[in-house]
């Protein structure tokens, strides 16, 4: 069984920046597919990031490319989404996600584990 946690979510300015955290716990290394999503109220849950478990191959969704950037610590079993000048339609609920296949993925039904999600709020 595989756990996420998410952390580093809250309240920022437009054009701050935030980074979120998600610690993954899993008793069995494997080679998981890592990706971040987010659902803003009354909206649909939206794929923003995603990267192997090596981190060599990651992917952007065209929403955030340039503001955003994924990036993992394999030693330290952590996943992080790095958040740079932050605008008030990236306020959502973000959520971690992993995968028990190997890859890159921007497709929600292709992630087996989810996170509760941790809270942004992009405000003035």
């Known amino acids: 069984q595989v756990q996420l946690v998410e952390s580093g979510g809250g309240l920022v300015q437009p054009g701050g920046s935030l980074r979120l955290s998600c610690l993954v716990s899993?008793?069995?290394?494997?080679?998981?597919?890592m990706g971040w999503f987010r659902q803003a109220p009354g909206k649909e849950r939206e794929f923003v990031a995603a990267s192997n478990w090596f981190g060599d191959s990651t992917y952007v969704g065209n929403s955030v490319k340039g503001r955003f950037t994924i990036s993992r610590d394999r030693a330290k079993k952590t996943l992080y989404l790095q958040m740079n000048n932050l605008e008030p339609e990236d306020t959502a609920v973000y959520y971690c996600?992993?995968?028990?296949?190997?890859?890159?993925?921007?497709?929600?039904?292709?992630?087996?584990?989810w996170g509760q999600g941790t809270q942004v709020t992009v405000s003035s």
């Open positions: 996600a992993a995968s028990r296949t190997p890859g890159v993925f921007s497709l929600k039904r292709n992630y087996d584990y």
């Open positions: 899993t008793l069995t290394f494997s080679n998981y597919g």
